[in-house]
């Protein structure tokens, strides 16, 4: 697979098999993983990765967690920035809505679509999680190289056949997560990333994620 490949077969998965990931695989993903570059070679990454019982513990957890504090708990940072507007605003609804619409959710079944949210505390069945974590002073710059990391991960996952589903949505409850994880207050919860290998008959990881025209977004000066 070359790079090229990595990045076109890389989606958010949202169904997972239960197959098992070796340790090995992911070591060997995440030594690769380091030569992501970062400002002044500060690798500002830290990273927990579970796997079966500390897992099921986790997950155990977090459902009764998430479900006494709905609106979550203990969250560092803004998922969204207040007031996300516009193209971010329209993309952001497009992709739940198209989601939603992939497993045939109506708009008016908040029952269903609750249950299909609650699905990120099981990792959509991923039998790995990777929860990232950065030191607290750390700015914008070094939450950028954490990105970097991120998707480098993710790329090298494709290699090993791998999928991923980076989630946000652990960071609503990011201090309940730190006490969990064994994460010192001194550093901040980013995300988690369910890995495993993807159910490639589920409509939930069929649906397209369209993005906009390169010319939106990018301009070009003496070619
Ligand atoms: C940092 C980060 C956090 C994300 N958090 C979640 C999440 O909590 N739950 C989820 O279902 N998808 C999550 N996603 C997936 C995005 O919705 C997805 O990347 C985006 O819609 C583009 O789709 P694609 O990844 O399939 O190309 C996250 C993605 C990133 C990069």
Not at 17 to 41: C, F, H, M, W, Y
Not at 142 to 164: A, K, Y
Not at 204 to 210: M, Q, S, T, Y
């Amino acid at each position: 697979m070359n790079v090229s490949e990595a990045v076109a077969t890389r989606r958010s998965v949202r169904k997972f098999l239960p197959d098992p990931v070796p340790l090995e695989v992911i070591t060997r993903v995440l030594e690769k993983a380091q030569r992501a570059p970062s400002g002044g070679n500060t690798q500002p990454w830290n990273a927990v990765v579970l796997s079966g019982a500390p897992l099921e513990r986790l997950t155990a957890d977090i459902l009764v967690h998430a479900q006494a504090n709905p609106m979550g708990s203990g969250g560092e940072y803004a998922i969204y920035p207040e007031g996300l507007a516009g193209r971010h605003e329209e993309q952001r609804r497009a992709v739940g809505r198209e989601m939603f619409d992939a497993i045939g959710l109506a708009r008016d079944d908040m029952p269903g679509r609750m249950a299909q949210m609650a699905d990120n505390w099981r990792s959509f069945g991923a039998p790995v999680q990777l929860f990232t974590y950065t030191a607290k002073y750390m700015g914008p710059p070094q939450w950028s190289d954490l990105g970097m990391w991120l998707q480098t991960v993710m790329l090298l996952l494709r290699e090993e056949g791998l999928d991923s589903c980076a989630q946000e949505i652990w960071a609503m409850h990011g201090k309940h997560m730190k006490t969990q994880l064994g994460i010192a207050d001194d550093h901040i919860f980013f995300c988690g990333m369910a890995i495993g290998y993807r159910d490639a008959g589920a409509p939930i990881n069929g649906f397209a994620v369209p993005r906009v025209p390169l010319s939106d977004v990018v301009r070009f000066e003496g070619f």
